[in-house]
T-cell receptor
Framework: DTGVSQDPRHKITKRGQNVTFRCDPI?????LYWYRQTLGQGPEFLTY????????KSRLLSDRFSAERPKGSFSTLEIQRTEQGDSAMYLC????????????FGQGTRLTVV | DQQVKQNSPSLSVQEGRISILNCDYT??????FLWYKKYPAEGPTFLISISSIKDKNEDGRFTVFLNKSAKHLSLHIVPSQPGDSAVYFCAASRWGGAQKLVFGQGTRLTINP
């Protein structure tokens, strides 16, 4: 297992377009998290899954954002009708419910909305 | 509101000396704290953590201290090495583990030869 994998690494899109990002967590981890990081700030929590259930969504997550984790494996984060303010690094992390001492992060997807 | 604050955006330390990174928090419900290191174009990498039932945790060159009464934690790196140059984030959770983390803004540490 090579860790948390995110795809794509970079995405440039025009304002108003929809984008989808994928995250493959560490295989035995049943918890998966999405964070967003903007320049000069730390990551901000967006949402989290335990297995396939989405247990919490941050107030930061507007109605244009949706996340899924079918079958409790990989996860997708979709942003509809992108806005320039959506430009950020989107980070995925996973952890084990049994050993929840750290969350392992992927390399992130950098989104630029032009 | 910024519940976790790292008030020093940057820190420069000579190689071989001690690096001390500081972090303050406001939410007394936080019970688990972590430090992450981040290189450019990579995701954060876990360094060390501490539960609120402890006041110190050590792992090799890294030691984290927690002062609950002051709502303050610090990361000590000794001796500092050039490879330690990175952005360091402290993070906190109120759920006893590494979930729904609240991060500080980060401190850029530069180790000078």
């Amino acid at each position: 297992d090579t860790g948390v994998s995110q795809d794509p690494r970079h995405k440039i899109t025009k304002r108003g377009q929809n984008v989808t990002f994928r995250c493959d967590p560490i295989s035995e981890h049943n918890r998966l998290y999405w964070y967003r990081q903007t320049l000069g700030q730390g990551p901000e929590f967006l949402t989290y899954f335990q297995n396939e259930a989405q247990l919490e969504k941050s107030r930061l997550l507007s109605d244009r954002f949706s996340a899924e984790r079918p079958k409790g494996s990989f996860s997708t984060l979709e942003i509809q009708r992108t806005e320039q303010g959506d430009s950020a690094m989107y980070l995925c992390a996973s952890s084990s419910r049994q050993l929840n001492t750290e969350a392992f992060f992927g390399q992130g997807t950098r989104l630029t909305v032009v | 509101d910024q519940q976790v604050k790292q008030n020093s955006p940057s820190l420069s330390v000579q190689e071989g000396r001690i690096s001390i990174l500081n972090c303050d928090y406001t939410n007394s419900m936080f019970d688990y704290f972590l430090w992450y290191k981040k290189y450019p174009a990579e995701g954060p990498t876990f360094l060390i953590s501490i539960s609120s039932i402890k006041d110190k945790n050590e792992d090799g060159r890294f030691t984290v201290f927690l002062n609950k009464s002051a709502k303050h934690l610090s990361l000590h790196i000794v001796p500092s090495q050039p490879g330690d140059s990175a952005v360091y984030f402290c993070a906190a959770s109120r759920w006893g583990g590494a979930q729904k983390l609240v991060f500080g803004q980060g401190t850029r540490l530069t180790i000078n030869p």
